[in-house]
């Protein structure tokens, strides 16, 4: 059973997926993305911070019962804590730690596979506004934006360029400014000796760099070549 809190939250199983009840989702997708034993004062101050201590803890009770009504036995609680069953697997931190190992070098022939084109929906439960949501979404984003780029790199380093395109378009559309991935998009371009497809992005990237912010690009096409 997964908790998916990309373009979530819901929960699948066995092909089959799942709606939590609303008045319990925002209670799930945080204990699911702290991933750890959470203290219930904690958690009602965090998602109703709005509310006094005596109802912020009473719409937790509701979220709790509500949850377990539903079928879905997720989360653990006693007096103190509630806490994630440890057999259930989260989206997001499934997603972190491929693009962990892709950072730090250490990524199996599995995950090169792991990525493709309907995996490039990763933003953190999208349009929820909650301060601790608005956190780790940037976080996430930037975790996966690396791997991605990473991605990209190993699959040119092992001379499988073709593959290595789509996972640095992906980033490029996720952020465009971000020099790093339009870098990365114009190497794979270059590795194939697609050098008109190389000028076309540096270009491309050049004019909207210019015309957002006023500023250049740091990387030219020569240096990319002599690497």
């Known amino acids: 059973m997964t908790v998916c809190l990309f373009d979530g939250p819901v929960v699948t199983y066995g092909g089959e997926t799942w709606d939590a009840p609303e008045v319990s989702q925002r209670l799930l997708a945080l204990v699911s993305l702290r991933r750890r034993r959470m203290d219930r004062r904690i958690i009602a101050r965090t998602l109703w911070p709005d509310l006094s201590d005596r109802l912020a803890s009473s719409r937790l009770r509701t979220a709790l ?26 989206d997001v931190q499934d997603a972190c ?4 190992r892709l950072i730090d070098g250490s990524a199996t022939t599995e995950d090169l596979r792991w990525w493709h084109a309907d995996r490039e929906v990763f933003e953190l439960l999208p349009g929820w506004q909650d301060e ?51 870098r990365t998009l114009a190497q794979v371009h270059l590795h194939e000796g697609n050098v008109v497809e190389a000028r076309r992005v540096y ?25």
């Open 132 to 182: 601790w949501v608005v956190f780790d979404r940037e976080r996430v984003r930037q975790r996966m934006l690396h791997g991605l780029e990473a991605l990209s790199t190993r699959l040119i380093e092992e001379d499988r360029a073709p593959e290595a395109v789509e996972p640095a378009l992906a980033a490029v559309r996720v952020e465009p400014l971000r020099e790093s991935a339009q």
């Open 203 to 227: 270009d491309s990237y050049r004019r909207l760099l210019h015309h957002e912010i006023g500023l250049e690009p740091r990387f030219s096409l020569k240096q990319l070549e002599s690497k």
């Open 97 to 100: 730690a491929w693009a962990g």
């Open 65 to 90: 019962w509500r949850l377990r009504s539903s079928g879905l036995g997720l989360l653990t609680a006693n007096r103190s804590a509630v806490v994630l069953d440890p057999a259930i697997r989260v």
